[in-house]
Nanobody
Framework: QVQLVESGGGLVQAGGSLRLSCAASGRTFTNYYMGWFRQAPGKEREFVAAISWSTNNTLYASSLKGRFTISRDNTENTVYLQMNSLKPEDTAVYYC???????????WGQGTQVTVSS
């Protein structure tokens, strides 16, 4: 059974940094895109970033590129989201996502809260 467990969220002042982690288990993720999405109160869930587990190619929401960096550690089966120069509008629940390139099957983590104070 696929499990995605996020951690690393918290409260940070504007301009600060956080690194989110997503520990993935339950299968081999070679043929998966691993991604981060976020959902702010009263808003729809939106794409943040994604990485191909096999090729390490990355994709970012255009508005976040340059401040956020996605990476993965094969040995730890973990995906990271480094967030720098955080703004109050980055406040949201951040969700880890695994999407199969072959079947389109999608899995979600439970989310981790990020709150940026002004």
């Amino acid at each position: 059974q696929v499990q995605l467990v996020e951690s690393g969220g918290g409260l940070v002042q504007a301009g600060g940094s956080l690194r989110l982690s997503c520990a993935a288990s339950g299968r081999t993720f070679t043929n998966y895109y691993m991604g981060w999405f976020r959902q702010a109160p009263g808003k729809e869930r939106e794409f943040v970033a994604a990485i191909s587990w096999s090729t390490n190619n990355t994709l970012y929401a255009s508005s976040l590129k340059g401040r956020f960096t996605i990476s993965r550690d094969n040995t730890e089966n973990t995906v990271y989201l480094q967030m720098n120069s955080l703004k109050p509008e980055d406040t949201a629940v951040y969700y880890c996502n695994a999407n199969s390139k072959l079947t389109g099957m999608t899995y979600w983590g439970q989310g981790t809260q990020v709150t940026v104070s002004s």
